[in-house]
């Protein structure tokens, strides 16, 4: 079992940053794949960026280049730096870790992301 704890949405203006964290505890020895998914009003949930084994990241295209993606194994907790965010970045983002045997989800509760002026 594996327990994720969000924090650092919030309300921000077009153009501005955030910077999401994702706690992670319980059998984190088994995490492979930590990362980020949101999910819009009426959309469905969608990938942000992920962190394999590490080392390797992957970002949608809509988030290249505004927002990167970071671990701190000590703290067994990932961050998401979100950069010259736009109205359409608005969702709730959702922490989530992938684990072995069987690369079972784990997600987080969500914290709410608003890019408004």
């Known amino acids: 079992q594996v327990q994720l704890v969000e924090s650092g949405g919030g309300l921000v203006q077009p153009g501005g940053s955030l910077r999401l964290s994702c706690a992670a505890s319980?059998?984190?020895?088994?995490?492979?794949?930590m990362g980020w998914y949101r999910q819009a009003p009426g959309k469905e949930r969608e990938l942000v960026a992920t962190?394999?084994?590490?080392?390797?990241?992957n970002y949608a295209d809509s988030v290249k280049g505004r927002f990167t993606i970071s671990r701190d194994s000590a703290k067994n907790t990932v961050y998401l730096q979100m950069n010259s965010l736009k109205p359409e970045d608005t969702a709730v983002y959702y922490c989530?870790?992938?684990?072995?045997?069987?690369?079972?989800?784990?997600w987080g509760q969500g914290t709410q992301v608003t890019v408004s002026s």
């Open positions: 962190l394999t084994s590490g080392t390797i990241i």
């Open positions: 319980g059998s984190t020895y088994s995490i492979v794949v």
């Open positions: 989530n870790a992938r684990v072995v045997p069987g690369l079972i989800h784990y």
